[in-house]
Structure formats: structure tokens, C-alpha cells
């Protein structure tokens, strides 16, 4: 069987540091509202936990000849040069991952934070920002911290975006603002109203965030990150094989869940288990992965161009 007859995974990493995440910034219950707060508080050279961990990232894909796509926070773009050398002109895609890593609704009421209007420039800028940096263009975009509404999905199609990767549906979290029934774990163009795969309304192409049904009511996530941290390879080589029998799907990781630095103290530390697993064992445990699916990571845009 050669490649273009089988069902590929696209390997994604989501390019934001520490201080991105929602308990730091950038959401309706972190710690700083806005990333501007927090920089105004905290010297750059003292927080840098992705850039050697990406250029790493970037070797272990080189040996095992993978392409792989990477979701860049635009913020990063402009103030780590160490990621942009080891990205610009190499065999990987650039898509936007938003302009700082800013939520665009509130977690527990699901009403937007910002206006429409500021939403659709701020992802408008994020993607001039990065086109201009990488010298390429941008056509997938995942929403920070996977918390999608489904009135973005207009503006992303508007903005020139071909493809959306953020749509999660299981049982233990919903972030979206719509009642998320259950969604195909392979790619479909998206309803824009209730990010269905029913009556299409748009030209976006989602590429969903796999799950594993494994009882009647009860989904568990498969797509990647935090839970590939806390449950490892043995699971998501099980997730992944069930959801290739269906059609090509998606995996998707952080730089900074292979990093070896102690996270930095202002991250609360109301959830312990939060960092569970990072370093060398999620570093080890990658590698698994790339042993095991040899041949069948590719880039999301791959993904984009076989489905479309
Ligand atoms: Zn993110």
C-alpha cells in the first residue's frame, strides 16, 4: 500500500510558553488578564521555556524525515528569533495559533471578551505577522486553548483561512459556546452554526481533535497535549489506530512538554497535576509515537489538500 492510499496523521505543535497558558494569561480566570500584563511584570530572558525545546523538536522530526505543522502564537514569532531561524524556509508548515494566546470567550459563561470586530483584526494581524516573518503563507488556524465559538468560524473563512483545527468533543470538557453533538474524528467541512459536519456552511475545512468512545456516553479526548502527557503512548497508540481505521486524523503536542526547566513560580499551583510527565519522559514518549506511525505524520495542510 503506498502512502497516498492511507489514512495519515497530521503531527501538530502549538508554539506558546508557559506564561501563555490560561492560568497565566489570556483568560477569563488567569492570573493576568492580558499578556501585556504580565510582560510588563516579567523580564523575557527569565521565562524562556520553548526555544531550545523546539529546535529540538525540530531534530527529532529531522531524523525521522517527519514534516510536521507548527501553530505559532504570533508573539512568539516576534520575540523568539532562536524558533523563527530553526522554522523559516524549513520543510514545516506555519499556522496561526492567534496574535497573543488570548481566549475569545469567558470559559463559564461562553460570552465573547472581545468585540467581533477585534477578534477578526486581531486573527487578521496574527496572520499578516507571521506570513511576514516565515516569508510563507497561512492557511490553518487553532484557536487558543482549543475555546472556539461558533461565530468565529465566519470571520477565520473571511480573514482567508482554509482550514480550523480546534473542535474537541468529548464528555469530560466542552469549550466551545455550542452544544457540541457528536463530531466526526476525521476531517469534514464545518456548519458554522453548531461546528457539526451536517449541511455545511462554509468552505473551512475542520480537522478535529481525535476522541475514543470507549462506552456508549463516555468520550475521552485523543487529540494530544496535556492528556498525551498524563496518559501516554500506550493509549494514544490505541486512540490513533482506531481513529486511522476511519480516515486521516490528528496529534498535536507542545515544545514545552519535552522541556526539563522547572516551571517558573508565578504559575499557580492549584492544579498539580497540570505539568504532570514533562521532559524526558514526554520526550521518550514522542519517539514512540514516531516509531510507531512511521510514514503516516505529515502537516495539516497535506491533510487540507487530500480532504478538500
Ligand atoms: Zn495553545
Redesign the pocket.
Known sequence: MTKKNKNLIALSF?I?DWYHTPLVTGSSFAKYPTLEDFLKQNPQESVDCISDETVRLIEILDHYKVSATFFMVADVAKRYPKIVDALRGSRHEIAS?SLT?QSGIDAKSKEPMVSYKDWHNEQAEAKKVLENIFKTQVIGFRA??AVLANWMLPLLEEIGFRYDSSVAFNTIYNKTNVKLRAIPATPYYINTNDMSADNPTSNLLELPWSNYRVAPFITLPAGGGYFFRLLGPIYFKRVLKKALEKGDSMFYMHPIDISRKPIPAENPNNRPLYWINKGETTEKNLIKMLEEFKGLFTTCKEIYIRNK
Open positions: 502549538d506558546e495559533h494566546h487558543p486553548n
